[in-house]
């Protein structure tokens, strides 16, 4: 996996290591804190063929993972049959799900899906809150479910005001059902306007000491996904009001980004973003009308964000940086 990357490194020449895909607009949830405004707007889904053919154009540039997201990815209609093309492709796959079509699914996942990535958000009341009443329930029967199948699993949870202290009861969670857990603080919606209410704006001092509690814990060898230098990053950002920064600033704890560099993000529509937190800000090309080579190499021209809090990208940049502690940890999850 290093191999590539270091050889773009030395190169200076860019490929898409990972591919981070929106594949649908469609949702069965209306999440509150959802950056994105899936199932409402419905935005032209590709169809399967291009999809197909942009996979194997993927393929071709180098791509070694790509992550199916959303919308929730299970509700496209042809989930299987892009499922098995990645599989097809030797292509490693993350889904990351609401979980609640996940045992309709988990036939066709297992054997193919590396890791299956499950949102949840916060203890009942809170998870139940910002996601709907019964999914805590039914996110923690598809984790049982993946389990049950020896599917590779991570708790995903997103800090949001609603359950920034239930930080400790998710870790214990994680614990007692065996998985890894990662933590990401909410963004703005994905429109380039931070039009959405004001998350995580005014709460500067309880976010950070969410992350000091998730350092923690994972110092004390809780199951926490991600770095801990990515958690530092996060907990001496300036001011979480500020989402990104285009320069490096003046604090010390910078990991350099790689979006756009050696990974990307496709809107449902098939628009290629660097990465999702750019999504709305750019004018971009489109994998279907250019192509994703023109679409990537595209990306090179673009003047954007270079830095950003961010845990989950922050994680990717250590990974395409060829952090070796991170690079460890992915094969770990994969392998394990
Ligand atoms: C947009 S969802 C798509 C996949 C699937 N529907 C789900 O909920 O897991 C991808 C991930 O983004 C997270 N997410 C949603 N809104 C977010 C926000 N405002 N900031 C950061 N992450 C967010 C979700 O919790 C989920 O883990
Ligand atoms: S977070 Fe996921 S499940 Fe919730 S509305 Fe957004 S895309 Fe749908």
Redesign the pocket.
């Known amino acids: 996996m290093g191999l590539s990357l270091l050889s773009s490194k030395i190169t200076k020449k860019p490929f898409p290591f990972m591919v981070n895909w ?1 594949i649908t607009g469609n ?1 069965n ?1 209306r ?1 509150k ?4 405004s ?1 199932g409402i707007v419905q935005k032209g889904e590709l169809s399967l063929e291009h999809v197909k053919s942009c996979i194997d154009e993927f393929k071709k540039m180098g791509t070694r993972r790509i992550t199916l ?5 299970l509700m496209h209609k042809k989930i299987i049959e892009i499922i098995d093309h990645i599989h097809s492709k030797g292509i490693e796959m993350s889904l ?3 979980g609640i079509l996940l045992e309709k699914y988990i036939e066709h996942l297992e054997k193919k899906v590396d890791l299956i ?1 499950l ?1 949840l ?1 916060g203890d009942e009341k809170h998870h139940n809150a910002l996601r709907g009443k019964n999914n805590f329930q039914k996110v923690l029967n598809a984790l049982k479910i993946a389990q049950s199948h020896n599917i590779k699993t991570l708790v ?1 949870s ?1 800090l949001v005001d609603e359950n920034i202290d239930d930080v400790d009861y998710l870790v214990s969670l994680a614990e007692e059902y065996k998985t890894n857990i990662t933590f ?1 603080i ?3 919606k994905l429109s380039g306007k931070n039009k959405r209410r004001s ?1 995580n704006r005014n709460k500067d001092r309880a976010y950070r000491s969410a992350i000091k509690k998730i350092m923690d814990h994972k110092k004390n060898g809780a199951p926490i996904y991600y770095s801990n230098d990515n958690y530092v990053q996060a907990y001496n950002w300036p001011a979480f009001t500020a989402e990104t920064l285009k320069e490096k600033s003046n604090f010390k704890t910078f990991i350099p980004c790689y979006a756009g560099i050696n990974y990307c993000y496709i809107e449902c529509n098939g628009d290629m973003y660097p990465c999702y937190q750019t999504v709305g800000t750019l004018k971009v090309k489109n994998i279907v009308k250019h192509g994703p080579k023109e679409a990537f190499q595209h990306l090179s021209t673009l003047d954007y964000c270079r830095h950003c809090y961010n845990l989950t990208l922050s994680e990717l940049n250590l990974q395409c940086g060829l952090e070796l502690k991170s690079i460890i940890k992915v094969i770990k999850n994969y392998i394990s």
């Open positions: 929106a949702c949830l999440c804190h959802c950056y994105g899936y997201e959303g919308g929730e990815p990351c799900t609401n990535v949102s958000d995903f997103c990401n909410a963004v703005a998350l």
